[in-house]
């Protein structure tokens, strides 16, 4: 017996309350699990969101795979824009120990030249190490307070999609150069999974690890969709 609520609004309505938009369950707002209510800047990403939950049908239950945008904006609004300062520390974190730092011969070499020489007409400090092995690297402090500089200057709405992104590409780098239109969305995703689709290639399939990887793939592409919405109407 599932423990997941059911559907038990009739109408779903796009709701403006102090500039903010989000959905109305029979005009009631929408309340997350913190207990926060479900509202964001962007009338087109309230409108997506209003749509999620149109979807879910009449005592049909509501499981969190259906309404992926809202447990973005879940993270989003509950859990990262109240605790910024952590991260901040914690794409800093995955800016000294990139995935770009530790290449792979199954990555596709173009993409590799087009991330470094993108970071490096933004500041030449900026440009990660390159490892010769899976050995820690030591960035010089140049290279600390130029990536430290760039993280304090970022918007929040940015600090929010990369504390998504990041441990999800295992890579700050590619994170930014992603929400920054340096990459296709998927010339991204193939780049950070190439050692995974190569596994694939060469031991065959294997319906767990094939299904995990497409998990993550729907993720990845869930708060891709979310970023365009959230940024589709700044002005509004």
Not at 118 to 134: F, T, V, Y
Request: glycine share 4%; with cysteine; hydrophobic share 40%.
């Amino acid at each position: 017996m599932s423990s997941l609520p059911k559907r038990f609004w009739k109408k779903v309505t796009l709701k403006e309350s102090e500039g903010l938009y989000g959905p109305a369950l029979d005009n009631r707002p929408v309340k997350l699990t913190g207990g926060a209510i479900l509202a964001v800047r962007s009338k087109i990403l309230a409108q997506a969101l209003v749509d999620e939950w149109n979807t879910i049908k009449e005592g049909e239950f509501i499981s969190p795979d259906k309404i992926p945008l809202t447990r973005i904006a879940g993270s989003h609004i509950e859990q990262i824009i109240p605790h910024l300062s952590e991260t901040k520390k914690t794409l800093f974190s995955f800016g000294l120990d990139d995935a770009l730092s530790y290449p792979s011969k199954a990555q596709d070499e173009s993409v590799a030249q087009k991330l470094y020489q993108w970071i490096r007409g933004m500041k030449s400090d900026l440009e990660p190490l390159q490892a010769k092995d899976l050995s820690p690297l030591e960035h010089k402090d140049s290279y600390k307070v130029a990536l430290q500089c760039l993280i304090e200057n970022l918007e929040p709405d940015q600090l929010v999609i990369l504390r998504l992104l990041a441990p999800l590409m295992s890579s700050f780098w590619l994170s930014f150069a992603l929400i920054n239109n340096v990459i296709l969305p998927e010339e991204g995703f193939l780049f950070a999974y190439a050692d995974e689709y190569q596994q694939l290639r060469d031991w065959g399939h294997d319906e767990v690890f094939a299904k995990s990887l497409e998990h993550k793939k729907q993720e990845f592409f869930d708060i891709i969709r979310y970023w365009s919405l959230l940024h589709s109407d700044p002005v509004s």
